[in-house]
């Protein structure tokens, strides 16, 4: 009987690794002209708008602008060098987060295996510098990234508060100034509720102090408003966007269809 | 050899276990220790083997004092067998009894002939985990005759407790062998019948204090123990005319 | 030792050669076919630094956890039990946070908080846990548990200060992972210390098996608990230390090594030692075999990952054929 148990687990874990394994299948992209990974959603998402995604051989796990079969090589905070290597990538793309940029990376590209490049992408200034020098970079013919909103006259409410979906009697995270989400609502000559800077965890009560005059909620996906932001007498605007957590240059796409909303309602 | 309590006093923080315990033993003794529950014994004890070190008072083995001995040289002198021993790794019964040569080398007749002596030559093979109270107690013993080195001392708490009658008679062989060959033997023992039949002396602890002392057949008697434990007891004679303390 | 003992070990250590050679040789081409070949020497260096640094890891974290089974009388003890990877991952969160507001970086980096941390964890843990000179063994896992609550309060007060970006790079050391790219120098010295960590073990498994009785019984056997719990405690600290300075902190090798060797192999712990490093290096370098094969397309799975399944499995297992006891 013992025996057994451990034969079944061994048949098990073997059956597993079979199926996982071939559960994802690669596809190798053959182009003649650069061959690019990027190692963020954002850049990925900007370089298959200026029509160069047929050129993106590596990306990482959250890249959704590609081919999923497109190989994963990792991702903001670890790579796998050998698969990077053996893509031959012309190009490395990755985006500047809080930390410093992967040191073996930054050697390999001393050494002329491929060129880095690095942007941040918090804010839309960093955005659009990102998408007019991947224009330049892969060489495509294409205007700077502007983000053109129109005069209504319909007065935005007072003070905006931008944040994702929670969970039950919890709030979400919450985008306060210096974010690219902030940069819009600046455009649209809305005011931001919270006066500092980055993402923020409130409190439901934290929110009600803040008083608000509307709470936009956020998400690529459907959702349910959670309990606790219902709880709350201010009055919310659901915002579904596919692009509008990725900072990439279809944030100009998401700046319009973030106006119309706020201001339909 | 001889062993000497010289005003033996124990703590456990403000409460005193024994006070002012003075006694004398030489080589070739087996004495019993007894007493009602918390008078002190397993304290008296493992103050004897070094395990304990007393508040006040010495215990001197040859004249040396037995808290101040490096662990190598005590266990070299006194071997110690627990009332209910512990086992925190998946050993055999064998290697439970091996661990006694510690200190003095590996000796493979040794071993041998304290489970042999025992009685579990035939089952050394079985996991100390899976062995009943009974042979995990024999193995306790079997280890301590591994380790004693003769002339030594040898301190038992309750040896008998988890055994059946044949091998508290064979515990009962054990003891008086190796008190012919010159060791000190101390046993607390809850049963008057082994005292009767193994002790020499005896010693009596009630509250923490040495009440009566001497050879154990004038200690052992039905007045003088009837007071210690708060019970009546007097003496039955069986079959073969052997006395017994027995409460009526 | 027994002859059926050497035969075991020399087949430990035929299946770690195993592993290894299959962890040289297992290539993932980049449509995603698996092949086996000896990979070019471009990538050499991408296979052999994990290979070390599993054997390292793997063997340091195996016998670490043994050796504070033994110390701290628990069948559950292992390396983490004192609190050391809370430690060593407030000793990171910390130094991020300092790079972070000073935009410098601090001298020697992550893994020098990661050491640090670790260490201030043990001396605090070991300072606690003394009563009447020595160590407590029962204290010492109730302060481990607490100091390990501490140091996760204060990963998480660091946590709430850092921006999102630095948070998403810790939760990444959270789940360990095997270095691919280390100076041979910095391996070498690791896995120095860590063979003499496991040496000094080893040799001193005469003593580690006494002190599997009781105190009272260890004692009188002439073993010096007080002295023997300090070196244990050192060595198999340093031995974990190591482990997370190199890997980050990786789930239940440490608990799980010790009680596959001897499920393998009934020996005293001189023999136990060394089975118990072959098969927690093995364990780790089979999780990190395994890692290559998979891909959910998501990349490959951290390895705290493959280690905690794996883990979890075998534990299974072990509680199965041992009727509850282990």
Redesign the interface.
């Known amino acids: 009987m013992?025996h057994r148990?451990?034969l079944f687990?061994c048949v098990l874990?073997g059956l597993l690794?079979y199926g996982?394994?071939g559960?994802?299948?690669?596809?190798?992209v053959e182009t003649s002209g650069e061959r690019i990974v990027s190692l963020s959603p954002g850049i990925t998402a900007t370089i298959v708008d200026i029509g160069q995604g047929k050129n993106v051989?590596g990306r990482?796990?959250f890249c959704t602008a590609v081919d999923?079969r497109i190989?994963?090589?990792?991702?903001?905070?670890?790579v796998?060098?050998?698969?990077l290597?053996?893509?031959r990538p012309t190009k490395v793309f990755v985006q500047k987060?809080?930390?410093?940029i992967d040191s073996?990376l930054l050697k390999l590209a001393e050494e002329g295996d491929f060129s880095l490049h690095a942007w941040k992408c918090d804010r839309v200034g960093e955005i659009a510098a990102m998408h007019d020098e991947l224009l330049q970079l892969l060489s495509v013919k294409g205007a700077p990234m502007r983000i053109t909103l129109q005069e209504t006259g319909i007065p935005l409410p007072e003070t905006i508060l931008i944040m994702t979906p929670g969970s039950d009697g919890k709030a979400g995270l919450c985008f306060g100034r210096q974010t690219y989400l902030d940069d819009l609502l600046d455009m649209m000559g809305g005011i931001n509720a919270i006066k500092s800077s980055?993402?923020i965890?409130l409190s439901i009560e934290d929110i009600a102090r803040l008083s608000p005059s509307v709470i936009v909620v956020i998400s690529d996906t459907q959702f349910a408003l959670s309990k606790g932001i219902l709880s709350l007498d201010i009055p919310i605007i659901s915002f579904i966007h596919p692009d509008v957590l990725i900072p990439s240059s279809r944030i100009t796409e998401v700046a319009i269809a973030l106006q119309h909303k706020i201001r339909a309602q | 050899m001889r062993l000497k309590l010289s005003g033996v006093t124990v703590r456990y923080g403000v409460r005193t276990a024994i006070r002012s315990i003075d006694a004398g033993i030489e080589g070739g003794k087996i004495v019993a220790v007894l007493g009602p529950n918390a008078s002190g014994k397993t304290t008296l004890l493992?103050t004897i083997?070094?395990?304990q070190v007393p508040a006040a008072g010495l215990v001197e083995l040859d004249g040396a004092n037995v808290s101040k001995m490096?662990?190598?040289d005590?266990?070299?002198k006194?071997?110690?067998v627990?009332r209910v021993?512990?086992?925190?790794?998946?050993?055999?019964i064998r290697?439970?009894v091996e661990?006694?040569r510690?200190?003095?080398g590996p000796s493979r007749q040794r071993v041998e002939d304290a489970l042999a002596k025992v009685g579990l030559l035939s089952r050394s093979d079985s996991l100390w985990?899976e062995a009943s109270a009974g042979m995990r107690q024999r193995a306790?013993i079997a280890?301590a005759l591994a380790?004693r080195t003769p002339g030594g001392v040898l301190v038992l708490d309750e040896p008998t407790s988890a055994l059946d009658l044949r091998h508290i008679r064979m515990v009962g062989d054990v003891l008086r062998q190796c008190a012919s060959e010159g060791d000190i033997v101390i046993a607390a023992v809850h049963t008057m019948a082994f005292a009767l039949d193994v002790a020499d002396e005896v010693i009596v602890l009630r509250d923490g204090q040495l009440v009566l002392a001497g050879d154990s057949s004038a200690v052992l008697t039905p007045s003088s123990l009837g007071d210690v434990f708060g019970v009546d007891l007097a003496w039955a004679t069986d079959d073969a005319g052997n006395r017994h303390l027995v409460q009526p | 030792m027994k002859t059926k003992n050497i035969v075991l070990l020399i087949l430990l250590a035929l299946l770690l050669i195993a592993a290894a050679v299959f962890r040289l040789m297992i290539t993932?081409?980049?449509?995603?076919?698996?092949s086996l070949a000896m990979?070019e020497d471009?990538?050499l260096m991408?296979?052999l630094v994990p290979l070390v640094s599993a054997l390292i890891v793997g063997s340091a974290l195996g016998v670490s956890g043994m050796g504070l089974q033994?110390l701290l009388?628990n069948?559950l003890a292992s390396p983490w039990i004192l609190g050391l990877s809370s430690g060593a991952g407030l000793g990171v969160m910390a130094t991020?946070y300092f790079?972070?507001v000073t935009g410098n970086?601090v001298f020697g980096g992550q893994t020098l908080g990661a050491m640090a941390g670790a260490l201030l964890t043990l001396l605090l843990v070991f300072g606690l846990s003394r009563r009447r000179g020595g160590i407590d063994p029962m204290t010492m896992v109730l302060v481990g548990v607490v100091v390990s609550v501490l140091c996760g309060a204060g990963i998480m007060v660091f946590q709430?200060l850092?921006?999102?970006?630095?948070r998403?790079?810790f939760t990444?050391w959270l789940m360990g992972?095997l270095p691919?790219?280390e100076s041979w120098g910095r391996l070498g010295i690791l896995g120095a210390i860590v063979l003499i960590g496991i040496s000094l073990i080893a040799w001193w498994g005469?003593?580690l098996?006494?002190a599997?009785?009781?105190d009272?019984?260890a004692?009188?056997?002439?073993?010096?608990l007080p002295k023997v719990r300090r070196r244990l405690f050192v060595t198999s600290s340093l031995l974990a230390a190591i482990g997370v300075i190199l890997a980050g902190p990786i789930a239940f090798v440490g608990l799980i090594a010790p009680h596959g060797a001897?499920l393998i192999m009934?020996s005293?712990h001189r023999t136990l030692s060394i089975g118990t490093a072959l098969v927690g290096a093995l364990l780790l370098l089979a999780a990190d075999d395994?890692r290559q094969?998979?891909?959910?397309?998501?990349?490959?799975l951290p390895i705290g990952i493959v280690t905690s399944i794996i883990g979890g499995?075998v534990f299974?297992?072990l509680l199965?054929?041992g009727k509850g006891?282990i």
């Open positions: 013992k148990i451990e687990l874990i690794l996982l394994n559960c994802t299948q690669s596809v190798p051989v990482s796990a999923a190989p994963v090589v990792g991702d903001l905070y670890s796998d060098y050998e698969r290597l053996r893509l987060t809080a930390g410093e073996h980055g993402w965890s | 493992r083997a070094g395990l490096k662990p190598h005590l266990a070299s006194v071997a110690w627990p021993g512990e086992v925190s790794s998946s050993f055999t290697k439970v661990l006694g510690y200190a003095l985990f306790g280890r380790q | 993932r081409d980049v449509d995603g076919t698996l990979p471009t990538f991408y296979r033994v009388r069948p991020m790079e972070h970086g709430h850092v921006p999102m970006g630095l998403g790079s990444t992972s691919e790219v005469p003593t098996d006494a599997c009785l009781s009272d019984e004692k009188s056997v002439g073993v010096d001897r009934r005293s395994i094969v998979i891909d959910l397309g998501t990349g490959r499995l299974l297992v199965l054929r006891r």
